[in-house]
């Protein structure tokens, strides 16, 4: 059975900084993108960041790209998500996702598997 389990979020002031995390099993993680969505209430969910296989290529949305840093470990089947310079319009739940290629996707529905979320709330 395969398991995203995403950690890390709470709640921060404007300016601050969260790392968020996401533990994975039931998968060969590291032949897997991953990737971070983000949705916010009453809003579409919406591609945050992706990384591939051996982290050798990274892809961010243009809303966060030089604020956010996506990293893998894939001896510890972990991704993160470094947040720095975070803004109220980051708040939103976080969820962690899986693909099983190397090309990395910023559509949700390319993506196969997912974690439950944690929210992220960025007080101003």
């Known amino acids: 059975q395969v398991q995203l389990v995403e950690s890390g979020g709470g709640l921060v002031q404007a300016g601050g900084s969260l790392r968020l995390s996401c533990a994975a099993s039931g998968l060969t993680f590291n032949r897997h993108v991953m990737g971070w969505f983000r949705q916010a209430p009453g809003k579409e969910r919406e591609f945050v960041a992706a990384i591939s296989w051996s982290g050798g290529n990274t892809y961010y949305a243009d809303s966060v790209r030089g604020r956010f840093t996506i990293s893998r470990d894939n001896a510890k089947n972990t991704v993160y998500l470094q947040m720095n310079s975070l803004k109220p319009e980051d708040t939103a739940v976080y969820y962690c996702?899986?693909?099983?290629?190397?090309?990395?996707?910023?559509?949700?529905?390319?993506?196969?598997?997912w974690g439950q979320g944690t929210q992220v709330t960025v007080s101003s």
């Open positions: 996702a899986a693909k099983g290629t190397n090309s990395i996707n910023t559509a949700s529905q390319n993506y196969d598997y």
